[in-house]
């Protein structure tokens, strides 16, 4: 018989309360209205350190205590409890609390093979989400969607609040001959939906690989709206990788990002990645006049100092700028990375070094990327994504679940 060790109850946890909480969660009411639905089913879960109750207790644990079937753990990129690096190859193994198998989708495949999926009756999704199109859950979400509907398993997506919101929509659209496990669907940079939402898009769009459409189900959360900011859903924030600390950097992170294609330090390797970015050859204050005087709205910049320990330009000290968001309602984070980057291009010229084919993986257009480096104005670059971002908008709208 299988022994059963309950994971870490959140409750331990610092910063965990249970007070309660203005949004439930997916997997609150997947637990207190559908447990039914999972009885006599061998389950399997899709999930690391973020897939938990909004009282912190972990989803893992609280169905394996209501007497649920569970048989085997996937996780994403970071590994079931978040703690590998960004990029690092995860192996499969056995999960030391519960016993139960844990297969990687960030190894040697990255979505459920029919071997992995031989046991299982229903697969659960449960992954807090930062809601930009490079970060790589939402294409993990994909592929086992697509897993699912080749092999006939029903598959229910656990629904989590996107801390951007859910009407900041921004950057260009996917190019498909850039499609990657960093943008795998066409969508924005910055998309405005939950994961419940873009599975349902992914779904109905028909954009799976196989060209199926899975046997989906959505349960939503109740006391979430689009207007809402993280900090009013009253729920304990939980790194959902190492490199994302709290909310306020997951508001930057998709205008930051972008500086992982050049040869400056985006902060990783520092207690707030991708808050400052920055380089030896830089001037902090030259840099930070200089974008201050855009007027970008939004945000405001002040002069930064930081010596990574790890990543580029480790153990060196870099000069740069520190971000902080002013008016989260005015923030539109594609085209303040592209500001960024124009600046350091034109102002550090013989030190900026670009890798174009990354900045295209992330931007996810090849004709944005070409504009850029050609010295187009950030005005004609970003005007020539509307008419797409419009068409997006009005698309999404049919898949939202909230008001």
Known sequence: MRAVVLWTLLLLVPGWTTSGAAVRLGADLLIERHLGELQGHRIGIVTNQTGRLSSGTSLVDTLIGSGVDVVALFGPEHGIRGEGSAGQ??????????????????????????????????????????????????????????????????????????????????????????????????????????????????????????????????????????????????????????????PATALIYPATCFIEATNLSEGRGTPTPFQHFGAPFVSSV?????????????????????????????????????????????LLPARIGLWILRLLMENWRDEVKVNAASLKRLLGSVSTVSMLMEGVSIEKITMSWEQDLERFRQRSQEYYLYP
């Open 89 to 246: 190859k995860i192996g499969d193994a056995r999960d030391q609390r519960t016993g139960l198998p844990v297969y990687s989708l960030y190894g040697t495949t990255r979505k459920p093979t029919p071997e992995m999926l031989r046991s299982i009756d229903l697969l659960l999704y449960d992954i807090q989400d930062v809601g930009a199109r490079f970060y790589t859950y939402i294409s993990t979400m994909g592929l086992v969607m697509d897993a699912a509907a080749e092999n006939g398993i029903p598959i229910i997506v656990l629904d989590r609040p996107n801390p951007l919101g859910g009407h900041l929509i921004d950057g260009p659209i996917l190019d498909d001959s850039l499609r990657s496990f960093v943008g795998m669907y066409p969508i924005p940079v910055v998309y405005g939906m939950t994961c419940g939402e873009l599975a349902r898009m992914i779904n109905g769009e028909i954009w799976l690989a196989s060209g199926r459409r899975a046997q989906l189900k959505v349960i939503a959360m109740e006391g979430w709206t689009r207007d809402m900011t993280w900090e009013l859903t009253g729920l304990p924030w939980v790194r959902p990788s190492p490199n994302i600390p709290d």
């Open 286 to 330: 030259r840099l930070t006049q200089l974008l201050n005087d855009l007027g970008i709205p939004g945000v405001t910049f002040a002069p930064a100092v930081f010596t990574p320990k790890s990543s580029k330009n480790a153990n060196h000290t870099c000069y740069g700028s520190r971000i902080s968001v002013t008016h989260r309602d005015q």
